[in-house]
């Protein structure tokens, strides 16, 4: 069992920076891949970062590539994503996910474990 706990999210102006925290218990959570997902009201939820259980391969969607970043720290069993160059589009709740692989978690699919979120508001 892995349980995943979200903190960092609240209100950052566009152009600003904010940095998202995934607090992991359970000693198997250096075997998981990660990822960061996000849900925007009437969007679908989609995966926006991903990272192996190693740190050495990662994934992000296309509108995030050059602005965010995902890593983690198996040690303390927390994965984050640093979020810069934020824009209106990144409001959204983000949560953070353990699945299969990172290729399915890429796409959304075997995720065995969610967070509940945390709430990321972008103002002009």
């Known amino acids: 069992q892995v349980q995943l706990v979200e903190s960092g999210g609240g209100l950052a102006q566009a152009g600003g920076s904010l940095r998202l925290s995934c607090a992991a218990s359970?000693?198997?959570?250096?075997?998981?891949?990660m990822g960061w997902f996000r849900q925007a009201p009437g969007k679908e939820r989609e995966c926006v970062a991903a990272?192996?259980?190693?740190?050495?391969?990662?994934y992000y969607t296309d509108s995030v590539k050059g602005r965010f970043t995902i890593s983690r720290d198996n040690a303390k069993n927390t994965v984050y994503l640093q979020m810069n160059n934020l824009k209106l589009d990144d409001t959204a709740v983000y949560y953070c996910?353990?699945?299969?692989?990172?290729?399915?978690?890429?796409?959304?699919?075997?995720?065995?474990?969610w967070g509940k979120g945390t709430l990321v508001t972008v103002s002009s």
């Open positions: 359970g000693r198997t959570f250096s075997r998981y891949p």
């Open positions: 990272i192996s259980w190693n740190g050495g391969s990662t």
């Open positions: 996910a353990a699945g299969a692989t990172l290729g399915l978690i890429a796409i959304g699919a075997s995720v065995d474990y």
